[in-house]
């Protein structure tokens, strides 16, 4: 577990560092600089999505997934605890709210091979080397959403730690059924959700990529069959 706990507090510094910075910005620059990372993200997404070997395998785990998140309602969850946190933490005028960027944030850290495979490692071999590579480029990328995004980046780590811990701790049994054919689909999905967010981010869209998120799953399932 050291190499989560390694990257959920490069996670926590690299968010500390960009809202004490985000202080010294104009709200105007904040604004475009939300759209211009969503402009980023959306790249990042796409070129995501092209490293998918079987278009049906995305969309059936997008419908699939859909389904699940929508019968869970886990944007209706999500935005109930962030109702909790912003009671302490007043959002300013125009200001993304906890939720988008916790929800941001925590799928961009989460989504890739790099968050599975590095875990796995750590988990079967005690070999957190790429979970260590990964903290560093997630303190850049924390640095730079919590000065846009605010304090939803920062509990995002709560997320990194309970979703790569758990892969981590179970590493044992997922093994035998992440396959890469099954990582490299799952990161398709995954970076589908990250274009999402990006429409979001834009004002493009208001998608509940929450309710989204068990697709990332599905394709462990679909592999095996197709």
């Known amino acids: 577990m050291l190499g989560v706990l ?64 929508e019968l869970l309602d886990l944007d209706r969850h999500l935005n109930q605890f962030a109702g909790f946190i912003e009671k302490k933490w007043k959002k300013g005028s125009g200001q993304v709210s906890i939720a988008e960027g916790f929800v941001t944030a925590s799928l961009l850290f989460c989504v890739g091979a790099m968050t599975i495979v590095g875990s796995l490692q750590a988990g079967l071999q005690g070999d957190c080397q790429m979970l260590y590579t990964k903290s560093l480029l ?61 429409l979001n981010l834009t004002g493009i869209t208001k998608l509940k990529v929450m309710n989204y998120l068990p697709a990332i799953f599905i394709p462990i399932l679909l592999v095996r069959f197709m």
């Open 138 to 198: 997630d303190l850049v990328s924390s640095f730079v959403l919590a000065s846009t995004l605010g304090i939803g980046v920062l509990f995002a780590g709560a997320f990194v730690f309970v979703f790569q811990g758990a892969i981590v701790l179970m590493a044992g049994l997922l093994a035998p059924v992440l396959s890469d054919a099954a990582i490299v689909e799952m990161t398709c999905v995954g970076s589908l959700l990250i274009f999402a967010l990006g």
């Open 6 to 69: 390694v990257n959920t507090q490069t996670v926590a510094a690299g968010s500390i560092l960009g809202m004490l910075l985000k202080k010294g910005i104009p709200e105007r620059i904040t604004n475009e600089l939300i759209k211009g990372i969503g402009l980023c993200t959306m790249c990042i997404g796409w070129l995501g999505t092209l490293k998918g070997e079987n278009t049906l395998i995305m969309i059936l785990s997008m419908a699939i997934g859909i389904v699940i998140g």
